[in-house]
């Protein structure tokens, strides 16, 4: 199969509705239709349709219903991600919105995101650690669900606030400090390579006096960059 082809094809039809998100959580919990509706007042026939796609669930009985399965109404959400394009679309949506960057790594898969957002890192890092549990056989696969579809209410820290003084704070694996000083070193390098080029610019027009002003900058301008990295992944 092409590359554009691949992009175009679907990654998976199951489970990518709001109404089969339901009936899985319900059955996945022993819920029945009959139940769910009374606990959401509705009857059973309305719980059936919205599962089935035969009516849409309103934002009021959407967030009823997350509440009576205990997860959170985006667990529920149909975000409508059917191919490699929209999942392309949506990170980056992120990479506007979280500072989320791809980045090359030194082995398989070869590349990786990285964010400098303190939230979402550690949202990020939760979300490993639960993962690391199911690996350990600590928690079942249906726990690893459960906790991933009511995130972040299972979460029994509270995650980092978005602020630089908690983003110096955060831990990194040794991993993942290369992974990030890897991206610093390149922003580093993009950094003095413009400066670069202007004090050339300057010193073609024998504009020595802003040359040296651009030269000054840049030693400033890479100190701070230098501390700052230091700061957050020393």
Known sequence: MLFFDKLFSKKSDENTTTGKKIRQLRNTKRISAKELGASCGVNET?????????????????????????VTP???????????????????????RYELLPVAIPQEPRFALLSKDAVLVGSIQAWYEQRRKWERKEITLEQLKEWENAFPLLCKDNLVD?????????????????????????????IVNNYCQMIDECLQRKDIATARMHNDTLKKTINSVFEDDLKKFG
């Open 162 to 190: 978005n602020s630089s003084d908690n983003i110096q704070e955060s831990v990194y694996t040794d991993f993942e400090r290369i992974v990030f000083l890897k991206r610093a070193v390149e922003e580093q390098k993009l």
């Open 46 to 70: 309305a719980i059936r349709n919205y599962e089935q796609g035969i009516r849409q669930v309103s934002d009021e009985k959407l967030d009823l219903i997350a509440k009576c399965l205990g």
């Open 74 to 96: 985006s667990a529920l959400y149909d975000r409508k991600i059917s191919t490699y394009i929209d999942v392309m679309q949506v990170l980056f949506e992120l990479a506007d």
